[in-house]
């Protein structure tokens, strides 16, 4: 069964700095991994996917790498903003149909003004 | 844009009603998602649907069963609310592709007393 796990689980930073978010899962015959965002109270936004084909992908100031080989994902925010202070929750498809996925616990992340 | 809406942000129950939680997602999507949140479990998915009429259970069925009469409309029903299924309600949709990205809608926060 397909385990994802986020380090840190909460986070602190100054605003400006750069940071970089782990997951990682045990399973690595995965379609695809999906970054999300959600803020306090409301549902997830989806940041990032990177299909199994792909080593990384870029969104702004956001870009997120898979190494399916040794079954990690991080997630690097360049510049941290208050407005990045969010929970953020990294996915992957929890059996070979691909489309059910198993969440990580997610990392709070809080950008000090 | 991907829209997936959900009937109510807040919602209030006493144990023992029937409750329907409805989600519609105006994008055609083929798969349709019902997850529940809460402090410490993360996300959890109960049921999903990947056609009209269609449904498989996720992890944590028990207690709920669900709805799917068309393409846009997936409802998530508790029998017999209890105190226990006060959660967050999460509902998505992906379409039936290689990518399977989901999108969210902004979430029901169900309480029972």
């Known amino acids: 069964k397909q385990e994802v796990t986020q380090i840190p689980a909460a986070l602190s930073v100054p605003e400006g700095e750069n940071l970089v978010l782990n997951c990682s899962f045990t399973d690595s015959a995965i379609y695809n991994l999906q970054w999300f965002r959600q803020d306090p109270g409301k549902g997830l936004t989806s940041l990032l996917l990177i299909q199994s084909s792909q080593r990384e992908q870029t969104s702004g100031r956001l870009n997120a790498s898979l190494d399916k080989s040794s079954g990690r994902s991080t997630l690097y925010i360049a510049a941290s903003q208050p407005g990045d202070s969010a929970t953020y929750l990294c996915a992957v498809p929890m059996n070979n149909a691909g489309n059910m996925l198993t969440f990580g616990g997610g990392t709070r992340l809080m950008v000090k003004p | 844009d991907v829209k997936v809406t959900q009937s109510s942000r807040y919602l209030v129950k006493r144990t023992g009603e029937k409750v329907f939680l409805e989600c519609v997602q105006d994008m055609d999507h083929e798969n349709m998602f019902w997850y529940r949140q809460d402090p410490g479990l993360g996300l959890r998915l109960i049921y999903f649907?990947?056609?009209?009429?269609?449904?498989e259970k996720g992890d944590i069925p028990e207690g709920y069963s669900v709805s799917r009469e068309k393409k846009e409309r997936f409802s998530l029903i508790l029998e017999s609310a209890s105190t226990n299924q006060t959660s967050m309600y999460l509902c998505?949709?992906?379409?039936?592709?290689?990518?399977?990205?989901?999108?969210f809608g902004p979430g029901t926060r169900l309480t029972v007393t």
């Open positions: 998505a949709s992906s379409p039936w592709t290689e990518i399977y990205e989901q999108y």
């Open positions: 649907s990947y056609d009209v009429k269609m449904k």
